[in-house]
């Protein structure tokens, strides 16, 4: 799950999120690559890090728990939450 450093420098918000994109602070982490997975496992997207804020769309998900995961031999994963 990353070291507690990495973990505080991941920030997800708004939880839960309703809104048309969740946005992502990696602080330290630019260049890194991103999942996002359904609770079931399923991968739903990939993406990479290119600066310490970014968004990530989230209109088209549907409601449930997701994970994100950043990094790739020691991951970072936060839940995320979908209205």
Do not use: C, N
């Amino acid at each position: 799950m990353g070291s507690p450093e990495q973990a505080a420098a991941l920030e997800v918000w708004p939880q839960p999120a309703s809104a048309a994109a969740v946005r992502i602070r990696a602080a330290g982490l630019e260049g890194q690559t991103g999942h996002l997975y359904a609770a079931t496992g399923r991968l739903i997207t990939s993406f990479q890090l290119t600066g310490q804020t970014q968004s990530l769309p989230s209109f088209d998900l549907a409601s449930g728990l997701y994970l994100l995961r950043i990094g790739g031999k020691h991951p970072i994963t936060q839940r995320l939450l979908i209205r």
